[in-house]
Structure formats: structure tokens, C-alpha cells
């Protein structure tokens, strides 16, 4: 099956800074998906792309849809203590005929006080 | 908020033993996808249906593992028998279209 490659593995930053976090695959992908996922919790929807370039921000979070549709990035600005957890990306190859989602395996925000 | 609902949100079992896990779709959407996670794999897709229909079901070990959807408001994945490499989170999850919601999944012990 596909593979996402999703980097960092984990981070730890100081409250207040800016957190960057992107995806990359070999394949073309038509739709890119970032989940939050918190202990104990299924992964909630932040943010989706459908269309290569496309940037999308929810509050502090932007992403955007690569133009080679290989790729995406995921940015938090001004970080908070409840930004902890594990952000995946997750995205549908455009070249399969399941409507499954393939995920990354996730960045692990942690943030200092 | 609607929401996808999913029991029981733990199991504790033994070798042998059969699992059902059930699901409830969010109202009005027509795909659903039962996930695996752990730590080795990360998430991973077993089956999905839409409009009731097993759509694909490629991920998931046939000879121990079955995905039904008896109507639109109740999806069940069973293990039977269960092995200590079912171990995992179990994640349940509807979408209309492009997007998925996830329920917060049934932690399933293997003993």
C-alpha cells in the first residue's frame, strides 16, 4: 500500500512558539486530512485539503496541499498547553479505488510551560 | 454534536475468546471504516462499507476477522477466536464524501 512519510516524530517546544509539521508520499494524493489524536480519544478532523495549493486555516492552524500533491504541512502558530498530542496526516492516493485513508505515523507535540 | 459512538470502550479477554465490537455511524453518512492502531503499525484500515456494501475489506485477516453492517445505524467487527496479536485500539469511523469522523475506538486486550 502507499506510505506516507511524516516528519518530526516528535517535538518539544516552549509555549508560545510556532510548531511545523509536514507529510511526503511517492504518489500523487487527491485529498490530504490532518487529525489530532489525544490519550484515550479517537483522531478528531482539523483541517481537509481537496485541491493541490490549497491553504486552509482553522484558528491558529494552517495547513496546505502541496502543488506537486506529493506533500503537505501542517503549522500551529503561538502554541498552547492543549496543543499537546499526536498530529496525523493522512491522505487518499489518488491512484487507488478505496476510499480508505492512509496515515502517517504521527508527530508527537509535547510543550513545555 | 453528532458523533460516531462505538462499544464496549474496553475488552479484556482471553486467547480463543470471541470479540464484537459495535459501532454507530454519524446520521446521514453512507461510508464506514473500521482502523486498527498500534504502536508498531500506527493506523491501519481493515474494511469499510458503503451504503451497507463491504467495499473492500483487503486489510483485514479473513480467516479469524468479519465486518457486517446489519443496517445504517449498527456496524460490528468480530475476531473469532481472538488472539494476543489483536491487541490493539479498534477505531470505527463515517464520512460522507472526503472526510472521515472517527469514534474513540474500543482498547482490546488479548490475554
Known amino acids: 500500500g502507499q506510505q506516507l512519510n511524516q516528519s518530526p516524530q516528535s517535538m518539544f517546544i516552549q509555549e508560545g512558539e510556532d510548531v511545523s509539521m509536514n507529510c511526503t508520499s511517492s504518489s500523487i494524493f487527491n485529498t490530504w486530512l490532518w487529525y489530532k489524536q489525544e490519550p484515550g480519544e479517537g483522531p478528531v478532523l482539523l483541517i481537509a485539503?481537496?485541491?493541490?495549493?490549497e491553504l486552509t486555516s482553522n484558528g491558529r492552524l494552517t495547513a496546505q496541499f502541496g502543488i506537486t500533491r506529493k506533500d503537505s504541512f501542517l503549522n500551529i502558530s503561538a502554541s498552547i498547553p492543549s496543543d499537546v498530542g499526536i498530529y496525523f496526516c493522512?491522505?487518499?492516493?489518488?491512484?487507488?479505488?478505496?476510499?480508505?485513508?492512509?496515515f502517517g505515523k504521527g508527530t508527537h507535540l509535547i510543550i513545555q510551560p | 454534536d453528532a458523533r460516531v459512538t462505538q462499544t464496549p470502550r474496553h475488552k479484556v479477554t482471553e486467547m480463543g475468546q470471541e470479540v464484537t465490537m459495535r459501532c454507530q455511524p454519524i446520521?446521514?453518512?453512507?461510508?464506514v471504516f473500521w482502523y486498527r492502531q498500534t504502536m508498531m503499525q500506527g493506523l491501519e484500515l481493515l474494511a469499510y462499507f458503503r451504503n451497507r456494501a463491504p467495499l473492500d475489506d483487503s486489510g483485514m485477516p479473513k480467516d479469524r476477522f468479519s465486518a457486517e453492517m446489519p443496517d445504517a445505524t449498527l456496524a460490528t467487527l468480530k475476531i473469532q477466536p481472538s488472539e494476543p496479536r489483536d491487541s490493539a485500539v479498534y477505531f470505527c469511523?463515517?464520512?460522507?464524501?472526503?472526510?472521515?469522523?472517527f469514534g474513540p475506538g474500543t482498547r482490546l486486550l488479548v490475554l
Open positions: 493522512a491522505g487518499r492516493w489518488s491512484g487507488g479505488g478505496a476510499d480508505g485513508l492512509t
Open positions: 485539503l481537496y485541491k493541490a495549493g
Open positions: 469511523a463515517s464520512g460522507f464524501k472526503e472526510t472521515q469522523y
Open positions: 446520521l446521514g453518512h453512507n461510508t
